[in-house]
């Protein structure tokens, strides 16, 4: 992966000590989502389909630093909606830096520029942008034209500022190697974000286009080609190489759908941050009283293409774990990601 070393240090301090404890199920980041509002209505979206009343809402701090405390995952990915149109945002977000939690608040950027006064740079503290394609392709996939310029001055300002900036790229069949690749060394060279993210997307049952989501073969196929030439080590991209080896198809696993929890305004959301199967009120509930074995690819239909990130990079994060092998190999691609900072 290419978090800085420190993150690394401390997430696989946090891994070693769930596997002395003997942990089977503990998260690896929680999915914090304090509202579902947003100024956007991405078509690819199943987010913001809720009544008026819910999207009115906002959820107190207490009781989102609350939710990640019980949890005690070390990083927290704070989500919605549109979190910078909450308006305690920014405290939601010292609190949890004031506890060491590794925080990435995750946005479309509309509003980054006028929130950045809120905020202050830290090791602990990172802002995602969502950025889909470059220009042409970033704008009709958010259905909103001028969002992927100001997106990109609000992560220029933010580094000028000195704040670390990330992205979160999302594709569907409607793209091809050669967009991805554009869009990845725009980012990585151009912008130079500090990391990557990448996925393909989850076809959301409320997502206005249901036409668009990959299948499995068409994603394998997709970053089998995307990757080839070198790419995938030139790239800074946020994820461990068996993460990316599984989206090339070199190796195959199964879900890890407790790995990255989901808490929103309605409690801890079974089973994953994609699907919506009831909540409850504890994180102890989610793990104890789910019935994890009824999800994933051959027993659940909704998982059946699913080969998104926060599914999956949870099994390669532990597969990587537990071989010397794999870890030596995640340790020299972080080391190499740093110098190429």
Not at 97 to 108: D, E, G, I, P, S
Not at 178 to 197: F, P
Not at 244 to 263: Q, R
Request: aromatic residues 10%.
């Amino acid at each position: 992966m290419a978090m800085p070393l420190r993150q690394t240090v401390r997430v696989s301090t946090y891994l070693m000590q769930q596997k002395l404890r003997r942990r089977e199920k503990f998260p690896l980041i929680v999915e914090l989502e304090p509202l579902f509002a947003c100024n956007l209505a991405c078509e690819g979206c199943g987010k913001i389909q809720h009544p008026a009343g819910v999207l009115k809402q906002r959820m107190p701090v207490a009781q989102a630093v609350g939710a990640v405390l019980e949890s005690g995952a070390p990083m927290v990915s704070i989500a919605g909606g549109e979190p910078l149109m909450h308006p305690q945002i920014d405290e939601i977000v010292r609190q949890l830096v004031a506890r060491r939690k590794y925080v990435f608040l995750c946005t479309n950027a509309l509003l980054m520029r006028k929130k950045l006064d809120k905020f202050t740079p830290s090791p602990y503290f990172t802002f995602t942008v969502h950025i889909d394609g470059l220009r042409e392709r970033h704008d009709a996939s958010v259905a909103k034209e001028g969002t992927f310029d100001e997106a990109v001055e609000a992560i220029k300002e933010a580094k000028r500022r000195g704040f670390r900036v990330t992205t979160n790229s999302t594709f569907f069949n409607t793209d091809t190697p050669q967009t991805i690749i554009d869009v990845l060394d725009y980012l990585n060279d151009e912008l130079q974000v500090d990391e990557m993210m990448i996925s393909p997307a989850f076809a959301y049952e409320k997502a206005p286009d249901q036409e668009h989501f990959l299948g499995v073969e068409q994603t394998r196929e997709l970053f089998r080609k995307t990757f080839a030439g070198g790419n995938r080590r030139r790239w800074r991209l946020n994820h461990s190489p068996l993460f990316l080896d599984f989206l090339e198809g070199k190796v195959d696993f199964e879900c890890t759908a407790w790995g990255i929890p989901n808490y929103s305004l309605f409690g801890w959301q079974r089973p994953c941050y994609l699907m919506a199967d009831g909540y409850v009120a504890t994180y102890r509930e989610l793990i104890e009283e789910t019935d994890w074995s009824k999800y994933g690819r051959g027993r659940d239909a909704r998982c059946a293409n699913c080969m998104a990130h926060c599914g999956y990079e949870p099994t390669a994060v532990l597969a990587t774990m537990g071989s010397l092998k794999e870890s030596l190999r995640a340790i020299t691609d972080t080391v190499g990601a740093n110098r190429r900072r």
